[in-house]
């Protein structure tokens, strides 16, 4: 018998864990912003740029987490080429445990902004080993990728021969849903142990993302899976534990996901003394970050013509039906 945080372990990332393979953007199971449209890293490169011109003669590095293909690095990289001065001094980074996606993030990083200056690193250790002064971890859709256990008023869901049932939930889950004030919930494992790993690898970072989810606790569960552009919920009501029978058999075959609970994630990063720069709707963040600006410089360099080839896309960043307010924008600094 296994928890469902176990299983979800596997199912994401075990030997044919489901995100070892390439799985994001039209012929895949879903979008994110990254994949929408360049802007969203262009966006971001903007935004990190005003931070870096206050960071004269540190050693430098902006670090992706669950980058996939690699785009939000290279177009972060593409803007910042283009737009900063010191480009050259900064040292950019993908953390990826998974073998599989390096050859696809080099070839990504290298179409894009012309480099190989790309270091790809399989775990915190070896970002710690380079001595940054400030680190800058950028990252999209990665907290709800974060396997988790589902808490039902002091039970857990546990998996055996394919059937779902809940037994008691462990101390330290029950002592997180206390915390928290949860009685109907997803509860997101390994968090504490990761923002320790990215607050050891340097004095002083920042820590920048963007998820799907919210503030609030809702007390009831979302936990879903995506393939090929539909969505199927793993409980038949998000307040009660009858489940869809068939969401299991999907195992390794398609992502499985859930709403951040942000203010978890929050609580975590001001336990290890972080601040918090902002927490806002993914309209309000990129509008706030310079969006607009980034559509000045797109303009001067390349032409109303071929800026409103991407209105389309940018509008789908922003829209409140669409990615605009499903999704939160949020960052930290140490
Ligand atoms: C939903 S995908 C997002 C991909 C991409 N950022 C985008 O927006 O298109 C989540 C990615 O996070 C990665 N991931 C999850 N947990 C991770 C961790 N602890 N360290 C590094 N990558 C992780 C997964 O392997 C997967 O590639």
Redesign the pocket.
């Known amino acids: 018998m296994q928890s469902f945080g176990e299983f979800m372990q596997k199912w994401?990332?075990g030997e044919s864990g489901y995100?070892r393979n390439l799985h994001?953007g039209k012929e895949g199971d879903f979008y994110?912003?990254?994949?929408v449209s360049e802007f969203f890293g262009y966006t971001l490169g903007y935004y990190l740029q005003e931070q870096l011109n206050s960071l004269q003669n540190q050693k430098i590095a902006i670090v992706e987490?669950?980058?996939?293909?690699g785009?939000?690095i290279s177009d972060i990289a593409f803007f910042l080429k283009e737009n900063f001065l010191n480009f050259h001094k900064i040292d950019f980074l993908i953390?990826?445990?998974?073998k599989s996606?390096h050859n696809i993030q080099n070839q990504t990083f290298l179409q894009k902004i012309d480099s190989k200056n790309l270091l790809i690193v399989e775990d915190f250790q070896s970002i710690k080993s380079l001595h940054y002064d400030f680190i800058f971890y950028c990252?999209?859709?990665?907290l709800?990728?974060?396997p988790c256990e589902l808490y039902y008023q002091g039970q857990i869901a546990f998996i055996e021969d394919n059937i779902l049932s809940f037994k008691k939930a462990p101390k330290p889950i029950e002592q997180i849903a206390q915390k928290f004030h949860l009685q109907i919930s997803e509860i997101p494992l390994?968090i504490e142990e990761?923002i320790k790993n990215c607050n050891d690898c340097a004095k002083h970072w920042m820590f920048l993302t963007f998820d799907y989810g919210s503030l609030e606790t809702r007390n009831e569960f979302s936990l879903r899976l995506f393939e090929k552009h539909s969505t199927k919920n793993l409980f038949i009501s998000p307040k009660s534990t009858e489940y869809d029978k068939s969401f299991l058999e999907s195992f390794n075959k398609c992502?499985i996901?859930y709403d951040v609970n942000f203010t978890i994630w929050n609580n975590y990063f001001e336990t290890i003394g972080a601040k918090k720069l902002f927490c806002h709707r993914q309209n309000r963040a990129l509008v706030d970050m310079g969006l607009d600006k980034v559509g000045e410089w797109y303009i001067a360099k390349y032409g109303l013509q071929s800026f409103m080839k991407h209105s389309a896309k940018i509008r789908t960043l922003l829209e409140p039906g669409l990615l605009g307010e499903r999704f939160l924008g949020m960052a930290f600094v140490k």
């Open positions: 994401l990332y995100y994001i994110t912003s990254v994949s987490i669950g980058a996939e293909r785009n939000l953390l990826e445990p998974l996606l990252s999209n859709e990665l709800d990728a974060f390994y990761f992502d996901t």
